[in-house]
């Protein structure tokens, strides 16, 4: 793993090199005020919509500079890359542009909908191999295969080039910025690898030296926030892949470099609260993000009291989600926001024993949303699976206290996680 030198840091005129390249290539995404969020959290917000950008992500910044970046008689060879979608779909894009062969590795928990658009932009020059369980394991596939055939790998994150690409997101929005007379407070954009962050940061900096740049996480995969605790880039044991694009056990050595010159600060969000944002963006104003490109306006709850009254700009980082993920992000936001429940409770095998809960137990607006029970033959009591979901999450303590009274060994699920994850 390479790490730079200060020297070696990534400089303005690097990013400007890259953006001159890139200019005419990719779309210049807006920069949108954003009256609903703007009068929530009492700032003036605006969204840098890399959602809109040709592959529906930033990434093909990095990817395309860093490609043309390569020696033609060296792509001819062939590419490789390791991503979780976003990457791929760049790449995938660039090759097919290009006309260079491209050999792309994914993990096998990828959702399908990526999968699919990497076919579509990679055409006929896009060959896709599902490798891992984890982007770590895809990306030690792909480097393997590399050295065997002989061709160039295209680093996600950890490449100047690459970084130096996902940086020119900044000089679009400073010079939209400084256009109309106003500076940035504070610039939010979420952390994977680090490659984004880092190019932000670096060219942030150099323009505008007090705009504070905030990294998020998602709680799951804090890999950048554990590099800056330990003074290096660590291996995470697990990461939760949940927010795929931004699951990377760890972080580049490249990208801590960059990111710990010039990121003020790591902050990391729940995945629940992810997916409360992902809703919240889609019903509010019409926005579909993936999970990652929510991170940065799910970073906003929790620091209401800093960024009010000031110019906040937050980077939704890609938008390729996959519709059949909906029914689990509006469950994973009901458990986060303490409206959905799920208990195992012992029930009397008895005529009625259902009443009773109903009526004794449940509040008049809690509704059950699932129940599971096998009557067995010659026993007095069975457990029962049950989900509830409460009409105000405020009453959480009055129907425990009811529960207690039904069963006093009743377990609640969200205290058991394996059981959850294995009965929910």
Same mark, same amino acid.
């Given at each position: 793993?390479d790490?730079?030198?200060?020297?070696?840091?990534?400089?303005?005129?690097?990013i400007?090199?890259?953006?001159?390249?890139l200019?005419p290539?990719?779309?210049?995404?807006?920069l949108q005020y954003?009256? $609903?969020?703007?009068?929530?959290?009492?700032?003036?917000? $605006?969204?840098?919509?890399?959602?809109?950008?040709?592959?529906?992500?930033?990434?093909?910044?990095g990817?395309?500079?860093a490609?043309?970046?390569?020696?033609?008689?060296?792509?001819?060879?062939?590419?490789?890359?390791?991503s979780a979608?976003?990457?791929?779909?760049g790449?995938?894009?660039?090759?097919?542009?290009?006309?260079?062969?491209?050999?792309i590795?994914?993990?096998?928990?990828t959702?399908q909908?990526?999968v699919?658009?990497v076919r579509?932009?990679?055409?006929?020059e896009a060959?896709?191999?599902?490798v891992?369980?984890t982007f770590?394991?895809s990306?030690?596939a792909?480097?393997? $295969?590399?050295?065997?055939?002989?061709?160039?790998?295209?680093?996600?994150?950890?490449?100047?080039?690459?970084?130096?690409g996902?940086?020119?997101?900044?000089c679009?929005?400073?010079?939209?910025?400084f256009?109309?007379?106003?500076?940035?407070?504070?610039?939010?954009?979420?952390?994977?690898?680090g490659g984004?962050?880092?190019?932000?940061?670096?060219?942030?900096k150099s323009v505008?030296?007090?705009?504070q740049v905030?990294?998020?996480?998602p709680?799951?995969?804090a890999?950048?926030?554990?590099a800056?605790?330990c003074g290096?880039?660590?291996?995470?044991e697990?990461v939760?892949?949940?927010v795929?694009?931004a699951?990377?056990?760890?972080?580049?050595?490249l990208t801590y470099?960059n990111?710990?010159?010039?990121?003020?600060g790591?902050?990391?969000?729940?995945?629940g609260?992810?997916?409360?944002?992902?809703?919240?963006?889609?019903?509010?104003?019409?926005?579909?993000?993936?999970?990652?490109g929510?991170l940065?306006?799910?970073a906003?709850?929790?620091?209401?009291?800093?960024?009010a009254?000031k110019?906040?700009?937050?980077?939704?980082?890609?938008?390729?989600?996959?519709?059949?993920?909906?029914?689990?992000i509006?469950?994973?936001?009901?458990? $986060?926001?303490?409206?959905q429940?799920?208990?195992?409770v012992?029930?009397p095998q008895?005529p009625?024993?259902?009443?009773?809960?109903?009526?004794?137990?449940?509040?008049?607006?809690d509704?059950?949303?699932?129940?599971?029970?096998?009557?067995?033959v010659?026993?007095?009591?069975g457990?029962?699976?049950i989900g509830?979901r409460l009409?105000?999450r405020?009453?959480i303590?009055q129907l425990?206290?009811?529960?207690?009274?039904?069963d006093?060994?009743?377990?609640?699920?969200?205290?058991?996680?394996?059981l959850?994850e294995m009965?929910?």
């Amino acid at each position: 793993m390479d790490v730079m030198t200060k020297e070696e840091l990534l400089k303005k005129e690097d990013i400007e090199e890259a953006y001159g390249v890139l200019r005419p290539i990719i779309k210049r995404t807006p920069l949108q005020y954003d009256a $609903y969020l703007s009068q929530k959290y009492q700032c003036h917000l $605006y969204l840098k919509r890399e959602d809109q950008q040709v592959v529906r992500s930033f990434k093909l910044r990095g990817a395309y500079y860093a490609i043309s970046k390569t020696p033609e008689a060296v792509r001819r060879r062939g590419i490789v890359c390791a991503s979780a979608g976003n990457h791929a779909q760049g790449v995938a894009w660039t090759c097919h542009k290009m006309k260079v062969p491209a050999v792309i590795f994914m993990p096998t928990t990828t959702p399908q909908q990526k999968v699919e658009q990497v076919r579509f932009f990679g055409g006929d020059e896009a060959t896709i191999k599902l490798v891992g369980d984890t982007f770590d394991a895809s990306a030690q596939a792909a480097v393997d $295969y590399c050295e065997q055939k002989k061709m160039t790998f295209i680093a996600p994150f950890d490449d100047k080039n690459t970084i130096a690409g996902q940086g020119t997101i900044a000089c679009e929005i400073f010079d939209e910025v400084f256009s109309q007379h106003t500076e940035v407070d504070y610039l939010f954009a979420a952390v994977g690898g680090g490659g984004l962050i880092s190019g932000l940061g670096a060219y942030t900096k150099s323009v505008s030296p007090k705009t504070q740049v905030i990294g998020v996480e998602p709680t799951g995969a804090a890999s950048m926030a554990a590099a800056f605790k330990c003074g290096h880039p660590v291996t995470l044991e697990k990461v939760d892949k949940f927010v795929d694009g931004a699951a990377v056990k760890t972080v580049g050595g490249l990208t801590y470099t960059n990111a710990k010159e010039f990121v003020d600060g790591m902050i990391n969000v729940a995945e629940g609260r992810v997916c409360t944002t992902l809703l919240e963006l889609y019903s509010k104003e019409a926005i579909v993000a993936e999970p990652a490109g929510a991170l940065s306006v799910a970073a906003l709850e929790e620091h209401r009291e800093e960024i009010a009254g000031k110019t906040v700009v937050c980077v939704i980082s890609g938008g390729n989600n996959d519709i059949d993920r909906m029914q689990e992000i509006k469950e994973r936001s009901l458990v $986060y926001e303490g409206f959905q429940h799920y208990f195992i409770v012992n029930f009397p095998q008895r005529p009625g024993a259902l009443r009773e809960v109903v009526n004794d137990i449940l509040n008049e607006d809690d509704d059950i949303t699932k129940f599971e029970y096998t009557k067995k033959v010659n026993r007095g009591k069975g457990p029962v699976l049950i989900g509830i979901r409460l009409g105000d999450r405020r009453n959480i303590e009055q129907l425990r206290t009811r529960l207690r009274r039904f069963d006093p060994y009743y377990i609640d699920l969200k205290e058991n996680q394996m059981l959850y994850e294995m009965m929910v």
